[in-house]
């Protein structure tokens, strides 16, 4: 280096996370070049396999890639009612999903990336949103998104952010990614979010969920997808999703169904397929062509007689005599919906990086389609009986009349308090001495044990049964046929203002059912210890003790119970339903509420009812009507312990939708064969599998023509039309 030459500071260049020292004259000091790609692309490119694998396999259970995809027209909305300024939007997309390659590239042309999709029921949306995320990952290059299709119907815009919900379902769904790689994922712009069901939010929640996805920055791109009616109310108060492209589903022909069905079979059967194809086409207004008009109807018909039973062909859908009507063609192809979406072949094997499946296991999923009929056919007849579509776990048991629903909580809960109090008791009475004497054997303990467990769980168990199914029965008089959700958070502090607060009338309501309840219990518990006297102790003074006990239990437990109940309806807020989260997180809220409430309250209880005996006691003198009364440390103590229990107990199985779920949906609707063990799991896998809904914290049937298929008497599994002999006698 002359003098001539400026001097040359040494620098680090970085390839990765590694520096690299140059010296002068660009000369390497080193002798190690690390080189790597940019990390977040590398965590972009990983996510990308991930979610891949995901859908491909989600797409082989659905049976996608078993045949070409239906081909349904994708085009602009007629009359651009849904669309937003052209010039915004950068383009239009139309096309075909039997040709997703022509579809995606349309979208990815746009010059904003945002798309809606709509279309009526059944009519392929999220066929067409899974097929659509396997071809967009497929032609990933550098520096594009990563499309990820999640169900928007968790999403609770006014309490959650957009962002926040996304990152949550994120981490959910792929559980090896960091918070830190998620936000630099999404601050990037390397997440597509392809955000099905819209339809599915609270219709209250629709419109600010829209308000929500404009307030996102320009660039943001994502898809939208939603049933045509419902995204017109919504948009009826509130903007359309803004520089987003609108696809509406167009209508099947039967020409199009046609050449579905032919092209869709191997070469070596396609004859016989072929006098079903010609007949859509010679007739396209017979009952086959206009059933076989919605893509759900045609997806089954293909599944059904890919593999039929022994003498079915598909020409017996043409049968005018067999299927007079649409309907009726809908009826036998929807009796096969169970053993197509509920196969019973062995499941994948978990992907690496997705979060493990905590549905079914693979001995549960593969269970006999009879059944699963069966427990969808309950639920189908008992949303017929209401007359409604929405299915809210907290009604499963209002299907039954009142008088068995009081007996059978009752039991349940006296049963409970049996089991609880009758073995403690048994076992003081077996091993503890409270006074001085002589020893007695085992044989001896055993027996006294065994007495008094019998005794004592007889005398707590039978009064707590019948006051739960009495006040059980207050309750669905006063309140309605179904316990709501409590929806309650527990404010102790800050009454004034409070939006949605128990009125004065319902506090007072409420400290009445304790009152009641108390006064109930106390009695029942006094007499049933004075016949237990008289029965095991053969005591002459138990004509005398239990009416005395009688008063002193139902003075004693009438006063706590009303105070506490007014406390516990004084501090409730109610949580709107319109605005509920998804039902298993209403029903983890339920449960959480009625815990706390618990906590709070029952030791209050406990403490009001242990030393409000001994202070009776000091007021009386000791004696009631000539008899002694004693109340010591021990008795007091071991109301002050057990009291709470019970009432706890007891109210939470007959006041709250929690209990009466735990009382039905998971004891007596499962042992009936009603429903599944794991009831809300099964309805969360019915909706994974595309047969039921969900509308916020309520399911409903995919498809108001499978609500009325399942609910005819005898399930999914009934005969879809009569018989070859059956119709033989009746012809005349």
Not at 113 to 142: F, H, N, W, Y
Not at 157 to 181: D, G, I, M, N, V
Not at 568 to 580: D, H
Request: glycine share 10%; with cysteine.
């Amino acid at each position: 280096m002359t003098d001539a030459e400026p001097a040359l500071r040494p620098t680090y260049v970085f390839y990765g996370p590694t520096p690299i020292l140059i010296g002068d004259h660009s000369v390497q000091n080193n002798f190690i070049t690390v080189a790597s790609t940019d990390p977040l692309e590398t965590e972009v490119k990983q996510l990308g396999r991930v979610v891949l694998a995901q859908w491909q396999q989600e797409a082989e259970l659905r049976g996608l890639h078993l045949s070409r995809p239906i081909p349904i027209r994708w085009s602009a909305s007629p009359g651009g009612e849904f669309d937003d300024h052209p010039e915004l939007t950068g383009g239009s997309v139309q096309g075909s999903t039997a040709d997703l390659t022509s579809f995606a590239e349309t979208f990815l042309n746009l010059s904003r990336g945002r798309l809606v999709v709509l279309g009526g029921p059944g009519s392929g949306k999220t066929t067409l949103a899974v097929l659509l995320v396997i071809d967009l990952l497929q032609r990933m290059r550098e520096e594009s998104p990563v499309p990820v299709l999640l169900s928007i119907a968790s999403w609770r815009p006014r309490a959650e952010h957009l962002a926040t919900w996304l990152e949550r379902q994120l981490l959910r769904e792929y559980p090896y990614l960091s918070l830190e790689t998620i936000r630099l994922l999404r601050q990037g712009r390397r997440i597509l979010p392809v955000l099905d069901g819209l339809d599915e939010l609270p219709a209250t929640e629709r419109p600010l969920a829209l308000d929500k996805l404009n307030s996102l920055e320009d660039k943001t791109s994502l898809i939208l997808i939603c049933r045509t009616q419902d995204y017109a109310e919504a948009i009826s108060s509130t903007e359309v999703l803004r520089a987003a492209a609108v696809v509406e589903a167009e209508p099947l022909t039967a020409e199009a169904a046609s050449r579905y069905l032919f092209k869709s079979a191997a070469p070596q059967k396609q004859d016989r397929w072929r006098p079903l194809t010609d007949a859509l086409i010679e007739d396209p207004s017979c009952p086959a062509a206009e059933a076989l008009k919605v893509p759900l109807m045609l997806w089954l018909c293909r599944t059904v007689y890919r593999s039929p039973a022994p003498g079915e062909r598909p020409e017996d859908l043409i049968d005018r005599c067999r299927f007079p009507t649409p309907e009726a063609v809908e009826r036998h192809l929807l009796d096969s919906l169970v053993p197509s979406v509920y196969s019973r072949d062995p499941l994948p094997p978990p992907q690496l990086g997705r979060k493990a499946s905590d549905a079914w296991s693979e001995k549960e999923r593969n269970r006999d389609t009879e059944r699963v009929s069966r427990w969808l056919g309950f639920l189908a007849r008992h949303l017929e009986r209401h007359d409604r579509t929405d299915l809210a776990w907290w009604e499963l048991g209002s299907g039954m009349r009142l008088v068995p629903r009081m007996l059978l909580t009752g039991l349940l809960a006296g049963a409970c308090v049996a089991l609880l109090i009758g073995p403690m008791d048994g076992l003081a009475a077996a091993f503890y001495d409270p006074e001085p004497g002589p020893a007695r054997d085992l044989a001896t303990r055993l027996v006294d044990g065994l007495t008094i467990m019998g005794l004592d769980g007889l005398i707590n168990g039978v009064p707590v049964a019948l006051v739960t199914a009495l006040v059980h029965g207050i309750g669905v008089v006063f309140r309605g046929a179904a316990l709501e959700p409590t929806r309650m958070r527990i404010r102790l502090v800050g009454r004034r203002g409070r939006a949605g607060a128990r009125s004065g009338s319902e506090i007072l309501a409420r400290a009445g059912i304790g009152l009641v309840a108390g006064v109930a219990g106390g009695a029942g518990v006094g007499l049933l210890q004075g016949f237990g006297r008289a029965l095991f102790l053969e005591d002459p003074a138990w004509s005398e003790v239990g009416p005395g006990d009688a008063v002193l239990y139902a003075v004693l437990f009438a006063l706590p119970a009303g105070l506490v109940g007014a406390l516990m309806a004084w501090s409730e807020v109610p949580v709107a339903i319109a605005s509920a989260p998804e039902p298993r997180d209403l029903l983890a809220l339920n449960r959480r509420t009625l815990l706390l409430q618990w906590l709070v309250f029952a030791p209050l209880f406990g403490c009001l009812v242990g030393f409000g005996g001994e202070a009776m006691i000091i007021a009386l003198h000791n004696s009631l009507w000539g008899i002694e009364l004693i109340w010591g440390v021990a008795g007091g103590f071991r109301f002050g312990m057990l009291a709470p229990l019970v009432v706890g107990l007891a109210t939470t199985l007959s006041l709250s939708a929690w209990g009466q779920w735990t009382v039905f949906a998971r004891v007596w609707l499962p042992l009936t064969g009603r429903l599944p063990l794991a009831a809300m799991t099964f309805l969360e896998d019915a909706h994974g599998r595309g047969v039921l809904r969900k509308v916020g914290a309520v399911y409903q049937f995919r498809h108001a023509r499978l609500q009325q298929h399942f609910a005819v008497e005898g399930g999914a599994g009934a005969p879809a039309s009569p018989t070859v002999e059956q119709r033989a006698g009746e012809q005349p």
